[in-house]
């Protein structure tokens, strides 16, 4: 590699007719000419501009850009070398006729760019230029060009590009970037500003933990901002850190920074302020001659950033990705959700992580959009001129005119603009600027559609993990280690929610007595958990009353009476009869409240509160409406849920008489068939399930509605969904109404509750269960619960009751149907008889009556009956000897079961399928039927079901002579 000959001190001439050509390393290469990007190229393309690039006016040889390419170069190397050459030629050469900026050079090429035509250049100058600086004793001078080096940086050097040349270089000017960076805030702290720089070098210190330096001059920012304790902190977990990851302790220089901070050595306390660098605009320190006016400095308005930074990792570094300079156009980025979630800390943190990439300025506003008197944009834009240095007199009269001359002063200028709090899209719009060498950064509680954003992020909570370690930093970690469960439900109770989660954390550091316990304790009640969350200045409730009081009355009252109902949110047609409008009318209204920042919408047709927000909503209910009101939207929830659900059953379980029990027929039909039926199920049943559950907590709520609910819900169990909520629910309902004394309703519970307790094979409780029923069901005169309870006493009988007494309830219950003239019910206790005789050990009469019940089922198009029978069949034909033809039913019944997605029922016939599959001696497909088994078992948190599962399988691997691992798995 040879030196061109040049003069000590010039540089090479611009070959470019007056647009300057510029190279950007120090992050993806790219190449500009004036204001226009250069395509380069594919990424070894990039290399080779790379290599040339970093030994700019020096010639290198094919051979050195062969190695900079290639470990091992193809055998026609030199020939692509001289094609990407001759593809940059195209893009970086005026003339291509006679090439003046990448030039063939003897048996090389050297790339002829003007001294600080590349950004690694410059960078490298400025850090040598601030050194000198700084041994002079200029510490203003050396702080404005470290500012400006570390600000030429965007993201990781060299980034994409492969070599060994550049695997090397991008290491060395990494290690350099670090060491810039060091000197920079060393310098910030020997000017003085070292409140300023602590959230810098926070972020600084989580991305080296092992980096003692950073954690020395963290330790020295915080303790001469009055913060020790934070300091020795940050000492505690470099020593943690240290020890776990090295196995060593800190180094002497941090262990007697350490000491000097425990001891308040006054060699540590802060020198004197020194002024702020003064910028000329387009950035870099300005040199007036002695004498002359000082050039106006660049306006750093930003708040300080907390101390206290937690989280949100991945969210910061993508958003200070997006808001680097360079791009095509100018970055707008927007942060929006519901107050308290921390739109405006993260916006802060993110504008002093990427504010040095803005040297000319960077500017806040807080609109106050979520008030009553939100700022008025002509008034904001002339205080954004007075701060760029226009005279009060020279500012213009009209908002739109002064629009105007702020994209005027701004453009070409490298500012950020960070918009606080937005109301709207028409607040916001007259503040952009119009070049896209600025940024803007917005927040707002409403999603601000109208204004044109590169990115906008809508904000969520933090991690339960986050929160704790947010707590963790205000409340002091030996409590949290002390009390780590009370932690997490603390951070719970707050909802994960940054304010709350602050509120509550300084309230325990004032008051140093508390145990978190005790503060989880007082949070734990829903009614009193907005009132504890207030601290000073921090008031969660007080934040949401900002959003609030801007809706108008039609909005704040769907805001109230939405919150009223428990679950994973509610529907568009939950939300009509909450509000007792039409259903396109409710959807608007809570599309309107999604907007705002105040529902969060997963999908399509579902909205959700966050939990804070929620209580918040219910004591706006309590203090508006009455508890009368929300108690009468509660039940016409339920009551439109009960008519759904019996709707469900009539198409699920055509004939079958508990949906007329409970509810009359609705004016159409609910569901078109079952698929439209199970399809509203999958959505909805968590919420049906939620409020009923709601419901039996208020001793004033309206309790049968709530019984027959769970009567029809019996479903679930058919369907295999929500079996266990739907048993605790019935057992709740089932006390509630007794404790009422409503025994109509009891009954009704307890059949549900009966049949649960069976699907658990929880025989003793199912067998009390229905004889309660039986009692109950005959003194109400409620016919239609006495077969099935006397069905479930003749399959719980055994081994206690003699084969004829199982006989005589099934005789009984199988009469009593018939009486009824239903015969969906008929078909489903001769089924359900047919299990009782495979029980008593007899598999012809069991075979007979599934048949029955199957044809009668396939008549009603009852395609849940098939399923049971088509079981019951099986396992008949397995008693029966035929095992053939049990695993044909088996196999049409787990089709069946797929086609409704009832998952739960699955491992059951699966087993079925693997004991007949073993019977017809077929071990590998019994092994293979049980594993499936035992997987969604697993899946769908079956207990019984996989022990089931585990003994099938451990029987066909003794089958297929693998004894070890069979006799463990019947162990």
């Given at each position: 590699?040879?030196?061109?000959?040049?003069?000590?001190?010039?540089?090479?001439?611009?070959?470019?007719?007056?647009?300057?050509?510029?190279?950007?390393?120090?992050?993806?290469?790219?190449?500009?000419?004036?204001?226009?990007?250069?395509?380069?190229?594919?990424?070894?393309?990039?290399?080779?501009?790379?290599?040339l690039?970093?030994?700019a006016?020096?010639?290198?040889?094919?051979d050195?850009?062969?190695?900079?390419?290639?470990?091992?170069?193809?055998?026609?190397?030199?020939?692509?070398?001289?094609?990407?050459?001759?593809?940059?030629?195209?893009?970086?050469?005026?003339?291509?006729?006679?090439?003046?900026?990448?030039?063939?050079s003897?048996?090389?090429?050297?790339?002829?760019?003007?001294?600080?035509?590349?950004?690694?250049?410059?960078?490298?100058?400025?850090?040598?230029?601030?050194?000198?600086?700084?041994?002079?004793?200029?510490?203003?001078?050396?702080?404005?060009?470290?500012?400006?080096?570390?600000?030429l940086?965007?993201?990781?050097?060299?980034?994409?590009?492969?070599?060994?040349?550049?695997?090397?270089?991008?290491?060395?000017?990494?290690?350099?970037?670090?060491?810039?960076?060091?000197?920079?805030?060393?310098?910030?702290?020997?000017?003085?500003?070292?409140?300023?720089?602590?959230?810098?070098?926070?972020?600084?210190?989580?991305?080296?933990?092992?980096?003692?330096?950073?954690?020395?001059?963290?330790?020295?920012?915080?303790?001469?901002?009055?913060?020790?304790?934070?300091a020795?902190?940050?000492?505690?977990?470099?020593?943690?850190?240290?020890?776990e990851?090295?196995?060593?302790?800190?180094?002497?220089?941090?262990?007697?920074?350490?000491?000097?901070?425990?001891?308040?050595?006054?060699?540590?306390?802060?020198?004197?302020a020194?002024?702020?660098?003064?910028?000329?605009?387009?950035?870099?320190?300005?040199?007036?001659?002695?004498?002359?006016?000082?050039?106006?400095?660049?306006?750093?308005?930003?708040?300080?950033?907390?101390?206290?930074?937690?989280?949100?990792?991945?969210?910061?570094?993508?958003?200070?990705?997006?808001?680097?300079?360079?791009?095509?156009?100018?970055?707008?980025?927007?942060?929006?959700?519901?107050?308290?979630?921390?739109?405006?800390?993260?916006?802060?943190?993110?504008?002093?992580?990427?504010?040095?990439?803005?040297?000319?300025?960077?500017?806040?506003?807080?609109?106050?959009?979520?008030?009553?008197?939100?700022?008025?944009?002509?008034?904001?834009?002339?205080?954004?001129?007075?701060?760029l240095?226009?005279?009060?007199?020279?500012?213009?009269?009209?908002?739109?005119?002064?629009?105007?001359?702020?994209?005027?002063?701004?453009?070409?200028?490298?500012?950020?603009l960070?918009?606080?709090?937005?109301?709207d899209?028409?607040?916001?719009?007259?503040?952009?600027?119009?070049?896209?060498?600025?940024?803007?950064?917005?927040?707002?509680?409403?999603?601000?559609s109208?204004?044109?954003?590169?990115?906008?992020?809508?904000?969520?909570?933090?991690?339960?993990?986050?929160?704790?370690?947010?707590?963790?930093?205000?409340?002091?970690?030996?409590?949290?280690?002390?009390?780590?469960?009370?932690?997490?439900?603390?951070?719970?109770?707050?909802?994960?929610?940054?304010?709350?989660?602050?509120?509550?954390?300084?309230?325990?550091?004032?008051?140093?007595?508390?145990?978190?316990?005790?503060?989880?304790?007082?949070?734990?009640?829903?009614?009193?958990?907005?009132?504890?969350?207030?601290?000073?200045?921090?008031?969660?409730?007080?934040?949401?009353?900002?959003?609030?009081?801007?809706?108008?009355?039609?909005?704040?009252?769907?805001?109230?009476?939405?919150?009223?109902?428990?679950?994973?949110?509610?529907?568009?047609?939950?939300?009509?009869?909450?509000?007792?409008?039409?259903?396109?009318?409710?959807?608007?209204?809570?599309?309107?409240?999604?907007?705002?920042?105040?529902?969060?919408?997963?999908?399509?047709?579902?909205?959700?509160?966050?939990?804070?927000?929620?209580?918040?909503?219910?004591?706006?209910v309590?203090?508006?409406?009455?508890?009368?009101?929300?108690?009468?939207?509660?039940?016409?929830?339920?009551?439109?849920?009960?008519?759904?659900?019996?709707?469900?059953?009539?198409?699920?379980?055509?004939?079958?008489?508990?949906?007329?029990?409970?509810?009359?027929?609705?004016?159409?039909?609910?569901?078109?068939?079952?698929?439209?039926?199970?399809?509203?199920a999958?959505?909805?049943?968590?919420?049906?399930?939620?409020?009923?559950?709601?419901?039996t907590?208020?001793?004033?709520?309206?309790?049968?509605?709530?019984?027959?609910?769970?009567?029809?819900?019996?479903?679930?169990?058919?369907?295999?969904?929500?079996?266990?909520?739907?048993?605790?629910l019935?057992?709740?309902?089932?006390?509630?109404?007794?404790?009422?004394?409503?025994?109509?309703?009891?009954?009704?519970?307890?059949?549900?509750?009966?049949?649960?307790?069976?699907?658990f094979?929880?025989?003793?409780q199912?067998?009390?269960?229905?004889?309660?029923?039986?009692?109950?069901?005959?003194?109400?005169?409620?016919?239609?619960?006495?077969?099935?309870?006397?069905?479930?006493?003749?399959?719980?009988?055994?081994?206690?009751?003699?084969?004829?007494?199982?006989?005589?309830?099934?005789?009984?219950?199988?009469?009593?149907?018939?009486?009824?003239?239903?015969?969906?019910?008929?078909?489903?206790?001769?089924?359900?008889?047919?299990?009782?005789d495979?029980?008593v050990?007899?598999?012809?009469?069991?075979r007979?009556?599934?048949?029955?019940s199957?044809?009668?089922?396939?008549?009603?198009?009852?395609?849940?009956?098939?399923?049971?029978?088509?079981?019951?069949?099986?396992?008949?034909?397995h008693?029966?000897?035929?095992?053939?033809?049990?695993?044909?039913?088996?196999?049409?019944?787990?089709?069946?079961?797929?086609?409704?997605?009832?998952?739960?029922?699955m491992?059951?016939?699966?087993?079925?399928?693997?004991?007949?599959?073993?019977?017809?001696?077929?071990?590998?497909?019994?092994?293979?039927?049980?594993?499936?088994?035992?997987?969604?078992?697993?899946?769908?948190?079956?207990?019984?079901?996989?022990?089931?599962?585990?003994?099938?399988?451990?029987?066909?691997?003794?089958?297929?002579?693998?004894?070890?691992?069979?006799?463990?798995?019947?162990?």
């Amino acid at each position: 590699m040879t030196e061109i000959g040049e003069p000590h001190g010039t540089s090479a001439p611009v070959p470019d007719g007056g647009e300057r050509l510029r190279l950007c390393l120090l992050g993806p290469v790219q190449a500009w000419r004036g204001e226009r990007e250069l395509e380069l190229g594919p990424p070894q393309q990039r290399a080779l501009l790379t290599a040339l690039a970093l030994r700019a006016r020096r010639i290198v040889s094919v051979d050195e850009l062969l190695d900079a390419l290639w470990e091992e170069p193809p055998a026609r190397a030199a020939a692509v070398v001289r094609t990407y050459v001759s593809r940059l030629r195209r893009v970086l050469e005026p003339d291509r006729v006679h090439p003046a900026v990448l030039v063939s050079s003897g048996s090389g090429y050297v790339l002829r760019l003007p001294a600080d035509c590349t950004d690694a250049e410059v960078f490298e100058n400025r850090v040598a230029a601030a050194g000198r600086a700084r041994a002079l004793g200029d510490t203003a001078g050396a702080l404005g060009l470290l500012r400006e080096a570390c600000g030429l940086w965007h993201g990781e050097p060299l980034a994409g590009l492969p070599g060994p040349f550049a695997q090397a270089h991008r290491a060395r000017l990494a290690e350099r970037r670090l060491n810039a960076v060091q000197a920079w805030l060393e310098t910030e702290l020997a000017a003085g500003r070292h409140a300023d720089v602590i959230g810098e070098l926070t972020v600084w210190v989580s991305q080296y933990p092992l980096l003692e330096p950073m954690r020395e001059l963290l330790m020295l920012a915080l303790y001469r901002s009055g913060r020790q304790a934070e300091a020795l902190g940050v000492y505690a977990d470099a020593r943690r850190t240290l020890l776990e990851q090295l196995g060593v302790d800190p180094g002497p220089r941090l262990r007697e920074l350490h000491l000097g901070v425990l001891s308040g050595d006054p060699k540590l306390a802060a020198p004197a302020a020194v002024p702020a660098p003064v910028f000329e605009p387009g950035g870099g320190p300005a040199s007036e001659p002695a004498g002359s006016p000082a050039a106006p400095s660049a306006p750093a308005q930003l708040p300080a950033d907390v101390s206290d930074w937690t989280g949100r990792d991945e969210l910061c570094a993508a958003l200070c990705a997006d808001l680097a300079p360079g791009g095509p156009t100018m970055p707008v980025v927007g942060i929006s959700g519901l107050g308290g979630v921390g739109k405006s800390t993260l916006a802060v943190h993110v504008a002093h992580a990427v504010g040095g990439q803005y040297p000319d300025g960077q500017l806040y506003v807080n609109l106050q959009g979520a008030g009553a008197f939100p700022a008025d944009p002509g008034e904001v834009l002339a205080g954004l001129l007075g701060a760029l240095g226009v005279a009060d007199a020279a500012i213009p009269q009209g908002t739109a005119e002064r629009a105007a001359m702020f994209r005027s002063r701004v453009a070409g200028l490298r500012v950020l603009l960070v918009l606080d709090d937005a109301r709207d899209t028409q607040q916001v719009g007259p503040l952009l600027p119009g070049s896209r060498s600025c940024a803007v950064l917005v927040t707002s509680r409403a999603w601000l559609s109208g204004v044109p954003m590169t990115r906008q992020v809508g904000l969520e909570p933090l991690t339960p993990e986050e929160s704790v370690r947010l707590l963790t930093a205000i409340a002091g970690e030996p409590r949290v280690t002390a009390e780590p469960a009370a932690a997490r439900r603390l951070a719970a109770a707050c909802g994960f929610l940054p304010l709350a989660v602050r509120t509550a954390a300084s309230r325990l550091a004032a008051r140093p007595a508390w145990q978190l316990s005790h503060m989880a304790d007082r949070l734990a009640s829903e009614r009193r958990r907005l009132a504890e969350l207030e601290a000073g200045e921090l008031a969660v409730a007080a934040s949401f009353r900002l959003s609030y009081d801007q809706l108008d009355a039609e909005t704040a009252r769907a805001f109230r009476l939405l919150s009223l109902a428990d679950g994973p949110g509610v529907s568009s047609a939950a939300a009509a009869v909450l509000l007792g409008l039409p259903e396109p009318e409710a959807e608007r209204l809570a599309e309107s409240l999604t907007d705002l920042g105040l529902l969060s919408c997963p999908y399509p047709g579902r909205y959700q509160y966050h939990d804070l927000l929620r209580l918040f909503a219910r004591e706006l209910v309590r203090e508006v409406d009455g508890d009368a009101a929300g108690r009468a939207a509660v039940e016409r929830l339920l009551r439109h849920y009960l008519v759904t659900v019996a709707g469900l059953y009539r198409v699920v379980r055509p004939g079958y008489p508990f949906p007329d029990l409970v509810a009359a027929e609705p004016a159409g039909p609910a569901f078109d068939g079952p698929a439209e039926g199970l399809s509203w199920a999958r959505q909805e049943i968590a919420a049906v399930l939620a409020v009923a559950e709601q419901a039996t907590r208020d001793p004033d709520g309206p309790l049968a509605v709530v019984a027959d609910l769970t009567l029809v819900l019996i479903q679930l169990i058919d369907l295999g969904m929500a079996v266990p909520e739907l048993c605790e629910l019935a057992g709740r309902v089932a006390e509630a109404t007794a404790a009422a004394g409503l025994p109509e309703s009891e009954a009704r519970a307890r059949y549900t509750l009966m049949w649960a307790q069976r699907e658990f094979q929880r025989t003793r409780q199912s067998r009390a269960e229905a004889l309660r029923v039986v009692t109950l069901a005959r003194r109400t005169d409620q016919a239609a619960l006495l077969p099935g309870a006397l069905v479930v006493l003749a399959l719980t009988g055994l081994p206690h009751c003699t084969d004829e007494e199982v006989a005589a309830w099934c005789d009984e219950a199988i009469a009593l149907s018939a009486e009824l003239g239903s015969p969906s019910a008929h078909a489903f206790v001769e089924g359900m008889a047919a299990l009782a005789d495979l029980a008593v050990g007899r598999p012809e009469s069991a075979r007979l009556r599934a048949e029955r019940s199957l044809v009668a089922f396939r008549e009603l198009g009852d395609f849940v009956g098939q399923v049971h029978m088509l079981f019951a069949r099986a396992t008949a034909l397995h008693g029966l000897g035929r095992p053939e033809a049990a695993c044909e039913d088996y196999r049409e019944c787990l089709g069946a079961l797929r086609a409704l997605g009832a998952w739960d029922r699955m491992p059951g016939v699966l087993v079925g399928l693997a004991e007949s599959c073993r019977a017809a001696g077929l071990p590998d497909r019994a092994l293979e039927a049980a594993e499936q088994a035992l997987a969604i078992a697993r899946k769908v948190g079956l207990e019984h079901r996989r022990a089931n599962a585990l003994d099938a399988i451990g029987r066909a691997l003794l089958d297929l002579g693998e004894h070890d691992r069979g006799r463990a798995c019947l162990a």
